[in-house]
C-alpha cells in the first residue's frame, strides 16, 4: 500500500498554517509547513512533497518568487504549486500561471473547493508521473538497440509498449561469425577485439537500418527482433533485407582488410509467436524475446554456411508478394527437434544460392 500524498503549507500566518494543515490532516494527507519563502525552498528541495500550497503575500521573499525558483530547479520543477492569496486581481493570477503555477485559489476560499483543486492537481501529477517512469524505462531499455528516430515515437506514446512481456508473432534473426575461434587464437585481445568490432558493426548498421531491435550480443553473435516493441506489418520482409545489407556491406569492409582478417557471417531467420518483453533478473533486464521461433532462428543459423542466408517456411510465407527469391533446401533435420522441418535459402537478384 502506497503512502499518502504530502502537503507542504507555505504561509507567514502560523494560524493559516495550522487550520489548513488540521483539515487536510484529517482527509488523510500527510503535511508539513514552511513560513518564509527561503524555508520553503531548503523543505521542498529536502522533502520533495507531491503539491506545495503557497501563500504568495509573504514579507521577504513572496510567493511569486518561490514559485519561480521551484519551477527553475529540475528536482523541484514537476512539484504542482497551487497558489494561495487575498490578490483578486486578474493579473496577479496570470503572473502566478506564466511562472509555472499548476491552479490558483483567491482567500478567503470554500474548504471544499481547495480539497477538490488538491486532489485534481495530484491526479494529474500521479498520471504524469507514471508517463514519465515509463518513458523513462523505455529510454533505459531500448536507447542503445533501435535507432534513434524509433526511442522518439515510443518515448510518444509508452502505451506502445508492454515491457512486462507479451506473445505475439515476430521475426528474428541470428547472425554469427564464422571463423571467428580460429582467428582469436592468432591475434592478440586487442587485435581480436578491433576486427570483432568491425564486423558486429556492420551487422548492428544493417539491423537499424530496417529498424529491428537488437537483443543481444554474446560474441560473435547478434540476435535482432522485428515486429517488437513497434509493430511492424512487413517484419518479416525487414528481417530479410538487413540480412542482405549485412551481406553486402561486409564486403565493402573486406575490401579495406586484409584476407587473413576477413569473416563471414551465417544467418538464421524464423518468424512466429513468442514471448517478447524484459526478461532477466531484476537488476540485469533486457528486451528480448524467448520461445521456439528464437530457438528455430538459431539453429538455422548454427546450419548456415558463411554468407548463406536460411529462414523457415513461416518466414517464406511472410515473403509472398515481395521481389525476394528463395530456393527450397528440403526438410532439414534440426538438433533438438524431433520431426524435420522446411528450410529455404536466399536467393540473390541474379538468382544464386547466397553463399
Request: charged letters at 20%; a negative charge; glycine letters at 6%.
Amino acid at each position: 500500500m502506497s503512502d499518502p500524498p504530502t502537503i507542504m503549507v507555505v504561509d507567514d500566518r502560523p494560524e493559516s498554517v495550522q487550520m489548513i494543515s488540521d483539515l487536510l490532516a484529517r482527509e488523510g494527507f500527510q503535511m508539513l509547513a514552511a513560513y518564509t519563502g527561503q524555508e520553503a525552498l531548503d523543505s521542498v528541495r529536502r522533502r520533495l512533497p507531491d503539491l506545495v500550497l503557497l501563500d504568495l503575500n509573504m514579507p521577504v521573499m513572496n510567493g511569486y518568487e518561490v514559485c519561480e525558483q521551484l519551477k527553475a530547479d529540475p528536482a523541484t520543477a514537476d512539484i504542482p504549486v497551487l497558489m494561495l492569496t487575498a490578490w483578486a486581481d486578474p493579473d496577479h493570477r496570470v503572473r502566478g500561471l506564466q511562472l509555472g503555477a499548476a491552479d490558483y485559489l483567491v482567500k478567503p476560499f470554500d474548504y471544499r473547493e481547495l480539497l477538490a483543486r488538491i486532489q485534481t492537481r495530484l491526479q494529474v501529477k500521479e498520471q504524469t508521473d507514471r508517463l514519465r517512469a515509463a518513458q523513462k524505462a523505455i529510454q533505459h531499455t531500448f536507447e542503445r538497440y533501435v535507432p534513434p528516430h524509433v526511442v522518439g515515437r515510443l518515448l510518444a506514446d509508452p502505451s506502445q509498449v508492454r515491457l512486462g512481456g507479451t506473445q505475439q508473432t515476430i521475426t528474428v534473426l541470428f547472425a554469427d561469425l564464422r571463423g571467428y575461434t580460429a582467428l582469436a587464437e592468432t591475434l592478440t585481445p586487442e587485435q581480436l577485439l578491433e576486427v570483432l568490432n568491425g564486423h558486429l558493426t556492420v551487422a548492428a548498421t544493417a539491423v537499424l537500418s530496417y529498424e529491428g531491435t537488437i537483443s543481444q550480443y554474446v560474441g560473435d553473435l547478434v540476435m535482432a527482433i522485428f515486429n517488437a516493441p513497434l509493430l511492424q506489418p512487413d517484419h518479416a520482409a525487414r528481417a530479410v533485407q538487413a540480412a542482405l545489407e549485412m551481406r553486402r556491406d561486409l564486403e565493402s569492409f573486406h575490401a579495406e582488410l586484409s584476407p587473413e582478417l576477413r569473416m563471414e557471417f551465417g544467418i538464421g531467420i524464423a518468424s512466429g509467436e513468442a514471448v517478447v518483453g524484459n526478461i532477466g533478473a531484476q537488476e540485469f533486464f533486457h528486451y528480448t524475446a524467448v520461445g521456439d521461433t528464437v530457438n528455430l532462428a538459431q539453429r538455422l543459423e548454427e546450419m548456415a554456411h558463411g554468407g548463406e542466408i536460411l529462414m523457415t517456411e513461416s518466414t517464406r510465407q511472410l515473403l509472398d508478394g515481395t521481389a525476394v527469391r528463395v530456393t527450397p533446401k528440403g526438410l532439414t533435420s534440426i538438433r533438438g527437434r524431433s520431426v524435420p522441418v522446411p528450410v529455404f535459402a536466399l536467393l540473390d537478384s541474379d538468382g544464386r544460392e547466397s553463399r
